[in-house]
């Protein structure tokens, strides 16, 4: 079935380094793809998409390209801040009886060190 | 700002003493999605209303239900709560239309069993 792969975490790097998150994903035709973000406490937030192969989602200075060939969605972002320390989830919707629930990766838990 | 909104943030209950757990938009989307979040995993999805048209997933245990009396508002009931359904829960909404559409989700409700 439909599914997402997310490299094990947790990661940790400190302020202004880069960040690379992999994602790879197994699924039937070209569904659209996201990344959310859990800070601490919180729910889920939308962090960025992309719905067709070649797409590359942004947002917060974070990037990430649907990647056909290779079926995957890393995430990066080129410096990273403090703030930016949280949970990242890669999630790829599938169909759930009359809905399309999402299928999450694992998480990976980013600490941005001052 | 149209949003999804869960109460309490934070609720404490006893073993076997029964708790709900609320969820409302204003966003006045079809679906409305239960999810559990245990420590340090991803969101697992309990169940969903499509409109009024409940969707159970196979693994849901029987000591959870839902309600959704309207478009607005879906509630998740724990009959008999053990120390294992001590999570986060949370509640998202989507469309139910398209292929593309991101799910919102709420702060979500943290349970405390005793």
């Known amino acids: 079935g439909d599914s997402v792969t997310q490299m094990e975490g947790p990661v940790t790097l400190s302020e202004e380094a880069f960040l690379t998150i992999n994602c790879t994903y197994t699924a039937t035709g070209y569904p659209s793809l996201f990344w959310y973000v859990q800070y601490p406490g919180e729910g889920l937030q939308l962090l960025l998409k992309a719905t067709k192969a070649d797409d590359k989602g942004s947002n917060k200075g974070f990037e990430a390209t649907y990647r056909k060939e290779t079926t995957s969605f890393h995430l990066e972002k080129g410096s990273v801040q403090v703030s930016d320390s949280a949970v990242y989830f890669c999630?790829?919707?599938?169909?759930?009886?009359?809905?399309?629930?999402?299928?999450f990766g694992s998480g990976t838990q980013l600490t941005v060190l001052p | 700002d149209a949003m999804v909104i869960q109460n309490p943030r934070y609720q404490v209950t006893q073993f076997g003493k029964p708790v709900t757990l609320s969820c409302s938009q204003t966003l006045n989307h079809n679906v409305m999605y239960w999810y559990q979040q245990k420590s340090s995993q991803a969101p697992k999805l309990l169940f969903h209303?499509?409109?009024?048209?409940?969707?159970n997933e196979a693994d849901t245990p029987d000591n959870f239900q839902s309600r959704r009396p309207n478009t607005s508002f879906c509630f998740l009931d724990i009959r008999s709560p053990g120390l294992g359904d001590a999570a986060m829960y949370l509640c998202?909404?989507?469309?139910?239309?398209?292929?593309?559409?991101?799910?919102?989700f709420g702060p979500g409700t943290r349970l405390t069993v005793l």
């Open positions: 998202a909404t989507d469309t139910g239309t398209g292929a593309y559409n991101e799910q919102f």
């Open positions: 999630a790829l919707p599938i169909s759930s009886g009359s809905a399309r629930q999402l299928t």
């Open positions: 209303y499509y409109d009024k048209d409940f969707n």
